[in-house]
């Protein structure tokens, strides 16, 4: 599994770093070092962005026909494929992942999203012709942004690189990537990918760096476009930056998703459901359905069903195939989680199950038990802010416009499901809420096809689907006078 971690990749080209610093990649497991990497400095931003303005100003992959573009992405998707056993095991290793995960969601779900893309590039309209009010013939053009500066965190670093780059270059732009220090592994071993891709020189560069690096390249003059998937604090520093110079910016961040349960839903089948939404990855997901709403007249039959649920999960090893819950990604991770379930206890909440302290069995690692309170109220901060973790509030509610009301009195609108035996009921309290993506009788299921984000304190922007490739592209339009209107003019000019 070794990757190239002393040099760089700038521009399609394995290079020396700027610097000697170096970042450290601790395994959350066994909190041993796992490797280290070259750390970017604001001169290597410089070197990389430099390298993408010159390849999109005056290089040829702009201007490469879009059956080209998609060619070379499918070769890149063909050279991943070979290396995803690979990178699964350097997710795990990296973020504690449970191995069967990374292997499902970390990797085979980018692997198909390059596909994904290419197929939704092959019908995209890159170019339109439209009958104009007037009489003039409108042609439509959708061309790419410029230089992309694509910023992304830890928790699914293949899947949110992916979802940025792959886009952007078959929109024709080119492309600055900063992975998050926790997880620069896996970055650097798609680095690789690319080089035996045979892109054109200075069309991707990938520079793992700390919280300054990406400031840095998010306030850079060369960059274009900006898009960043991260916290809903750095966000709004990221828009910032990005509007004193009027570039484009697309924003995923944080969520606080509410799973609404109707009272004709089997308990059972609602446990499995948000086990499977939530939990995953150890609950470090942005989409995760955190908040479960359940009717007052059987909320002890959805509570113990989620809690008997929560409780049979296999906590551990994230590299045996058999665990389901691995550690947190860092020890200031598990602090973090672990002063919510204290929170959670003295703003009166009940434990159900989980706790603070260790699982069962483990002495080390960065692990918190999964843990499911109820007798909550959407008012508590375990109720309200995103945790990151494993861990679920049930709150009861009175009747269904009571429970549309808790799941928009929320700072974020990313996701949220409901879960019902009438799917056109589902259907109706889906439209209901106001957030970017929902689930039927499941969490979110991240199609390739349909676009994902959020609204509110969740961000803007769409990824995935055709609205995926719409964020890397500027449109123009031309119009083109009518014949009658030239012959006209050129009558009048010989008068």
Known sequence: MAVRGDELFIGGTWCAPSTDRRIEVISPHT???????????????????????EAFDTGGWPRTSPAGRIDAVRRLAANYARRRSEMAEL???????????????????????????????????????????????????????????????????????????????????????????????????????????????????????????????????????VSFTGSTAAGRAVATACAADLRRVSLELGGKSAAIVLDDADPVVVAAGVRSASLSNSGQICNALTRVLVPRSR????????????????????????????????RRQQQRVTGYLEQGVRDGARVVTGGTGMPDGLDRGWYVKPTVFDRADNSMTIARE????????????????????????????????VFTADTDRGLAVGAAIRTGTFGVNQGYTMDPFAPFGGVKSSGYGRELGREGIDGYVDTKSISVAPKQDLATAAAGKGA
């Open 386 to 417: 995103e945790i990151f973790g494993p861990v679920l509030t049930v709150v009861a509610y009175d009747n269904e416009d009571e429970a549309v009301a808790i799941a928009n009195d929320s700072d974020y609108g990313l996701a949220g499901s």
């Open 91 to 225: 997710i795990t290793s990296e973020i504690g992942a449970p191995i069967s995960f990374s292997q499902r969601a970390q990797v085979a779900l980018p692997w198909s999203m390059i596909n994904a893309f290419c197929d939704l590039a092959q019908t995209y309209p890159w170019r339109e012709a439209r009958p104009g009010r007037y009489g003039s013939d409108i042609q439509v053009l959708r061309e790419p942004v410029g230089v992309v500066g694509a910023v992304v965190p830890w928790n699914m670093p293949q899947f949110l690189i992916v979802t940025k780059l792959i886009p952007a270059l078959l929109a024709g732009c080119t492309v600055v990537v900063k992975p998050a220090p926790e997880s620069p592994l896996n970055a650097l071993l798609l680095a690789e990918v690319i080089a035996e891709s045979g892109l054109p020189p200075g069309v991707v560069s990938v520079l793992p760096g700390d919280g300054s690096v990406g400031e840095y390249l998010v306030g850079h003059r060369g960059v274009d476009k």
């Open 31 to 53: 909190e041993t070092t796992v490797g280290h990497v070259a750390a970017a400095a604001p001169a290597d931003v410089d070197r990389a962005v430099g390298a993408a303005r």
């Open 299 to 330: 909320a002890g039959e959805f509570t113990d069903a989620l809690a008997a649920e929560v409780s049979a999960l296999v906590v551990g090893d994230p590299t045996d195939g058999a665990t389901q819950v691995g550690p947190l990604v860092a």
